[in-house]
């Protein structure tokens, strides 16, 4: 059963409109439509995901433009055979990483908490845990800022992420955990047909 959100009792909602293009009627992208992916589309994508809640305001995603054939072919090669020909042909992938150095950023991001720059300088850790559990949740946020740019998402988990860690990420402090193919929304071919989704019931319990 779908929710209407019409029907409920607030004016600050998002419509339904934007509700079906943001969750309800979007879908992972798999072959792509023709038409560029510009930088000035994926800068507008990042900065509504860089306002998304993090802990304590430690945004550690990172991301890796990958758009050159050589670029994208070495991408490939740390990819899973069924995603290569994906990787090949996307208009522009990018690769999804958590900066382990993320904490030299402590003093901008939240100034009231400069102290934790040297605790997590001598917490190696702490420090990746925090990177690494805040870039998931952001990289949730950037897929539906793709979206809402008018772009299509695709993700895909890497294969070889240390192989990409040391070809395409050497001396960054990065380390990879998925690629996002990205391009126009349209396209022939994109989807699967819609699989089942599990309802309020199946996957709530009230304490």
Do not use: C
Not at 112 to 118: E, I, L
Not at 138 to 164: C, E, F, H, K, N
């Amino acid at each position: 059963m779908t929710i209407e959100l019409s029907a409920l009792p607030t004016d600050t909602r998002i419509d339904d409109a934007t509700a079906d293009l943001l969750f309800r009627e979007a879908r992972t992208v798999r072959t792509f439509a023709e038409g560029e992916v510009t930088d000035e589309q994926l800068e507008a994508a990042y900065d509504l995901a860089k306002w998304g809640p993090t802990a304590v305001n430690f945004t550690p995603l990172r991301l890796l433009v990958v758009r050159t054939p050589e670029a994208r072919r070495r991408l490939a090669d740390h990819m899973s055979e069924g995603n290569v020909e994906r990787v090949l042909t996307a208009p522009v992938s990018l690769v999804l990483a958590a900066d382990t150095r993320f904490h030299q950023h402590i003093p901008t991001l939240a100034p009231h908490m400069t102290a934790m720059v040297g605790m997590l300088e001598g917490n190696d850790e702490q420090r990746r845990a925090f990177a690494t559990n805040n870039s998931w949740l952001q990289a949730g946020y950037l897929i539906l800022a793709l979206r809402a740019v008018g772009l299509a998402a695709g993700p895909m988990a890497i294969a070889d992420a240390a192989g990409v860690d040391e070809d395409l990420l050497a001396g960054t402090g990065w380390t990879s955990l998925l690629v996002v193919n990205v391009a126009q929304a349209e396209g022939s071919g994109t989807t699967f047909p819609r699989a089942a989704r599990l309802g309020w019931d199946q996957a709530t319990t009230t304490v």
